[in-house]
Nanobody
Framework: QVQLVESGGGLVQAGGSLRLSCAAS????????MGWFRRAPGKERELVAA????????LYADSVKGRFTISRDNAKNTVYLQMNNLKPEDTAVYYC????????????WGQGTQVIVSS
């Protein structure tokens, strides 16, 4: 089992920044690829960014490229999502998730953290 706890959400004005953190426990963190997802009201959940266990080859949704950065610190068992130049359409509940390296499905999820971007 992997336990995930997100933090760092909040209310911010458009153009502002937030950094989300996700602390993991329970298994060897570096064995898991990590993803940040979000679900906006009335919309499907979408993958925002993902990163391999080694920390290389991050990938991003087109809607956040150039504004969001995913990173991880395996010594601290934590993955981050730095969000800059936030837009009202970034408003959503953000979730971190873990999948064992080489697998496709994300099996472990955090409880989510709310991000609200005001215009």
């Amino acid at each position: 089992q992997v336990q995930l706890v997100e933090s760092g959400g909040g209310l911010v004005q458009a153009g502002g920044s937030l950094r989300l953190s996700c602390a993991a426990s329970g298994r060897t963190f570096s064995n898991y690829a990590m993803g940040w997802f979000r679900r906006a009201p009335g919309k499907e959940r979408e993958l925002v960014a993902a990163i391999r266990g080694s920390g290389d080859s991050p990938l991003y949704a087109d809607s956040v490229k150039g504004r969001f950065t995913i990173s991880r610190d395996n010594a601290k068992n934590t993955v981050y999502l730095q969000m800059n130049n936030l837009k009202p359409e970034d408003t959503a509940v953000y979730y971190c998730a873990a999948r064992y390296s080489g697998f496709i499905k994300y099996d472990y999820w955090g409880q989510g953290t709310q991000v609200i971007v005001s215009s």
